[in-house]
């Protein structure tokens, strides 16, 4: 089974949706079309329809999901990724096609948009923090950057949401050591 490359995508769609300017309603849009046409991750679906309706109901699920990225409580963020999975009816279920073999949909096929992407992000988080804790998740820490990360590392050391955050704040940070040396 497929499950933590799944559960991977799972984690993609909820950093994009926790990491999206949610001022735009073009920005959440324009992200669940994204999401749903990679077909890189097993358990892809034909492209689904992202109507008017699933960018409002998208628009929701993000600042919950932000919420949960931000929260520095593990109830309170099982609570919001618990209201995420009841609105969005997630049904797990194992399936096979294509040549993917056996794996999870965390949604029944042939539901809204915003549904699949809201339910698979929900369940990929809740099962990371089950795992592991809110210590997976947070904020870029980064010098203005808001993007959310999950951390899916070995050692639990990640606190930037890439690998430009990573340097932009490593070369500030020794470029501020010089200067005081000096």
């Not at 992407?117 to 997976?136: D, F, K, N, P, Q």
């Not at 955050?165 to 200067?179: D, L, M, N, Q």
Request: with cysteine.
């Amino acid at each position: 089974m497929k499950f933590d490359r799944y559960v991977s995508r799972g984690l993609d769609f909820a950093v994009s949706l926790a990491s999206t300017d949610l001022d735009a309603e073009s920005n959440i849009g324009a992200v669940a079309v994204a999401l749903l046409q990679d077909e890189s991750h097993p358990g892809h679906r034909p492209p689904i329809e992202v109507r008017p309706e699933d960018v409002k109901r998208l628009r929701d699920i993000a600042a919950l999901l932000r919420d949960v990225f931000e929260s520095t409580s593990e109830d309170e963020a099982m609570a919001m990724l618990n209201r995420i999975l009841g609105k969005c009816g997630a049904q797990p279920y194992a399936t096979r096609h294509d040549d993917y073999g056996w794996h999870m949909h965390f949604a029944p096929d042939g539901c809204p948009a915003s549904d699949l992407i809201g339910a698979t992000a929900a369940m990929s988080l809740s099962v990371l923090l089950c795992e592991y804790g809110l210590t997976r998740i947070g904020i870029c820490e980064a010098e203005g950057c808001y993007n959310a990360y999950a951390d899916r590392s070995r050692n639990n050391r990640k606190r930037y949401c890439s690998v430009q955050c990573t340097t932009r704040s490593s070369v500030a940070a020794h470029r501020r050591r010089a200067k005081q040396s000096v």
